[in-house]
């Protein structure tokens, strides 16, 4: 059974009330360099995996993209997708990304945000994809990195009074399902290594182009929290092309 901890209740109004929620792409810390990482969307045909609120589906048709189709097992993230950003060339579809099944070559660009590592099984993930872009096809996606997964609570030490001492990794080899807190909330995870994430794309004919580990932006630097981001990295961007036949 696929998780879909956002169609719950309690769960999916604290996310509401978080930054990126609000804002969109703007209230995300991590989306000065993703869009650096992106393909000119003009006339593309564009897959967005798990699309959430569906901000990088409104963007993709706002900088040219023909056709969009935002995917996302939530119902209650679509529904806020269709309501924020619906857009005549957005198609919303209700799924789970592994269940989604496209003819292959259908996508100039596949896009993911703060998803993958929901997937317990990233290979066949990874294989779909190839298949469903293009030959010279983007693929651009962030994960939450390697180091913030290992250990599983994705929490930091304290000392007796509350401080932060450090942030714990531990066990980052040995991959696979972790039970992690978000939001107060306990959330299923999958850890994988920086190997396996590279060396799955390479595996299946999407070549490498860029591997980002962001910084928190200066201009947010003075949010709660958000300084001690600089402690470890929290998220990794990575883009792919894939190999022309």
């Not at 807190?181 to 299946?204: I, Q």
Request: include cysteine; charge should be negative.
């Amino acid at each position: 059974m696929k998780e879909n901890k956002y169609d719950n209740d309690v769960f999916f109004k604290k996310y509401s009330e978080m930054t990126r929620s609000k804002c969109g792409l703007a209230g995300a810390g991590e989306w000065q360099e993703l869009r650096k990482l992106l393909p000119d969307f003009n006339r593309k045909e564009v897959l967005d995996l798990g699309c959430g609120y569906g901000w990088h589906c409104i963007y993709a048709v706002q900088n040219g993209a023909a056709h969009v189709i935002g995917a996302d097992i939530s119902k209650k993230m679509l529904n806020v997708a269709k309501a924020k950003n619906s857009d005549p060339a957005i198609e919303y579809r209700e799924a789970a990304m592994e269940d989604l099944s496209f003819k292959e070559n259908s996508f100039d660009i596949i896009i993911s945000s703060l998803a993958f590592h929901y997937i317990q099984d990233f290979k066949t993930l990874a294989e779909n994809i190839s298949g469903w872009l293009k030959p010279g096809g983007s693929l651009v996606f962030s994960v939450e990195h390697p180091v913030f997964t290992a250990y599983g609570s994705q929490d930091w030490y304290y000392d007796d009074a509350g401080k932060i001492l450090h942030f714990p990794v531990d066990n980052y080899y040995y991959e696979g399902k972790r039970e992690a807190v978000f939001l107060g909330e306990t959330v299923t995870k999958y850890h994988r290594t920086l190997t396996t994430y590279l060396n799955t794309l390479l595996n299946n004919d999407l070549l490498i182009e860029h591997i980002v580990e962001p910084q928190p932006p200066q201009d947010m630097l003075d949010e709660p929290g958000m300084k001690d981001e600089m402690r470890r990295p929290m998220m990794l961007l990575v883009s792919a092309r894939k190999k022309d036949k």
